[in-house]
């Protein structure tokens, strides 16, 4: 069974930093895209960052480049968002998903096969 389990999500003031986890089992992690999305309510969903399993490359959306960085272990089975100036339009629950093939646009959620169930992150103003 695939599970990714997204951890590190809470109560941070603006300004603020939080580094959000993605822990995955049941797959051959090193073969997996991993992206970030987050949702806010009343909102669409929408791609944070991506990190590609090909060659490493980042992916960011511009309402957090230069704030976010995403990075991978895979040896641990695990992708890190750090996630740093932390806004209120920040404010969403953030969702890790699995992309095994890399043929769609990473910002794109309907070309990922697995999700999280999400993790809450909520900035204060």
């Known amino acids: 069974e695939v599970q990714l389990v997204e951890s590190g999500g809470g109560l941070v003031q603006a300004g603020g930093s939080l580094r959000l986890s993605c822990a995955a089992s049941?797959?051959?992690?090193?073969?997996?895209?991993i992206g970030w999305f987050r949702q806010a309510p009343g909102k669409e969903i929408e791609g944070v960052s991506c990190?590609?399993?090909?060659?490493?490359?980042?992916y960011y959306a511009d309402s957090v480049a230069g704030r976010f960085t995403i990075s991978r272990d895979n040896a641990k089975n695990t992708v890190y968002l750090q996630m740093n100036s932390l806004n209120a339009e920040d404010t969403a629950v953030y969702y890790c998903a699995a992309d095994s093939t890399e043929n769609g646009g990473w910002d794109d959620e309907g070309v990922y096969d697995y999700w999280g169930q999400g993790t809450q992150v909520t900035v204060s103003s």
């Open positions: 990190i590609s399993a090909i060659d490493g490359s980042t």
């Open positions: 049941g797959v051959t992690f090193s073969d997996y895209a």
